[in-house]
């Protein structure tokens, strides 16, 4: 972790659960932030919490990502007010639970701009200036569910099915230029996100026994990030589903995740 000492990273989501975590771990590693979400408050005293713990620099920037035009507002705010950003983690993003049929289209669209173009548009944008210093690293949130077919979240499972090609792209584009981008593929873990999906109180057996909580995932992601690793999914049990996924067809592996999300 001695590599981020003195480095700035560039965090979303950072008002709770992964977000958050990272900014605990990479503060603890001297790691100077900008954290970005929509809970300011939040985000304060995260900030307040850091800085007088870990004598870092800890800049917070309240902003819905989820608008088309945020990317593009909070790359030009930290470029005239921020420092150089050393480390991008696209950890914002929502999932949807139920049937497609029932989806909010609002929010559908919401959670497809923020999952996939904002975490598309930073990663262009911020690119620039780590090519400029030939040097920096990208931290995509991806998940298990970018490896299949996800009913229950199907759109949501498409959107990281999207992140996890890009990311390993962009691995392989970048090699040799000092710039590495790995996407972290969690499966259920602790943090809120079940409940804003849509599905507080009914998680499935399957979440249940594959539940993680966020330091481990966190702590696997940056590891994989200093080994410039296109992509790493984190826990065992996460590790030997995705292993088998090789070995069935889609069609099985989207009735297997059905009845999975149904149990």
Same mark, same amino acid.
């Given at each position: 972790? $001695?590599?981020?000492?003195? !480095?700035?990273?560039?965090?979303? &989501? ?10 605990? #771990? +990479?503060?603890?590693? &001297? ?16 900030? %307040?919490?850091? @800085? ?12 819905? +990502?989820?608008?088309? $035009? ?8 930290? !470029? ?28 559908? %669209?919401?959670?497809? #701009?923020?999952?996939?173009?904002? *975490? ?5 944008? =911020? +690119? ?6 030939? $040097? ?5 949130? &991806?998940?298990?569910?970018?490896? #299949? ?18 990311? @390993?792209?962009?691995? !392989?584009? *970048? ?26 109180? !009914? ?6 026994? =594959? ?29 030997? #589903?995705?292993? =088998?996924? %090789? ?17």
């Amino acid at each position: 972790m $001695e590599a981020f000492r003195g !480095r700035t990273a560039l965090i979303t &989501g950072a008002s709770g659960g992964l977000g958050a975590e990272f900014a605990r #771990q +990479l503060a603890a590693a &001297g790691c100077n932030l900008v954290l970005v979400a929509r809970s300011e408050t939040s985000m304060q005293e995260l900030a %307040r919490e850091l @800085e007088q713990a870990h004598s870092v620099r800890v800049m917070t920037i309240a902003m819905d +990502l989820a608008r088309p $035009e945020a990317a593009g507002e909070l790359h030009a705010q930290i !470029r005239r007010d921020g420092p150089g950003i050393d480390v991008l983690i696209n950890n914002a993003g929502f999932g949807l639970y139920g049937p497609f049929t029932d989806d909010d289209p609002v929010r559908l %669209r919401n959670m497809l #701009q923020l999952n996939m173009v904002t *975490l598309s548009e930073l990663t262009r944008l =911020f +690119l620039d200036q780590m090519k400029e210093r030939g $040097e920096g690293r990208i931290i995509q949130i &991806g998940s298990v569910a970018s490896y #299949q077919p996800g009913p229950l979240y199907s759109a949501y499972a498409a959107s990281k099915a999207y992140v996890l090609s890009l990311g @390993e792209a962009l691995n !392989r584009e *970048l090699r040799g230029t000092g710039i590495s981008c790995t996407v972290v593929c969690p499966g259920v873990t602790a943090t809120g996100f079940l409940d804003n999906a849509g599905q507080q109180g !009914r998680k499935s057996l399957y979440q249940k026994l =594959f539940m993680m909580n966020s330091p481990e995932v966190v702590r696997a992601g940056l590891k994989a990030s200093l080994r410039n690793r296109p992509s790493v999914v984190t826990g065992a049990l996460n590790k030997l #589903q995705v292993f =088998f996924l %090789r070995f069935v067809t889609r069609s099985f592996a989207a009735r297997a995740g059905y009845e999975a999300m149904k149990m």
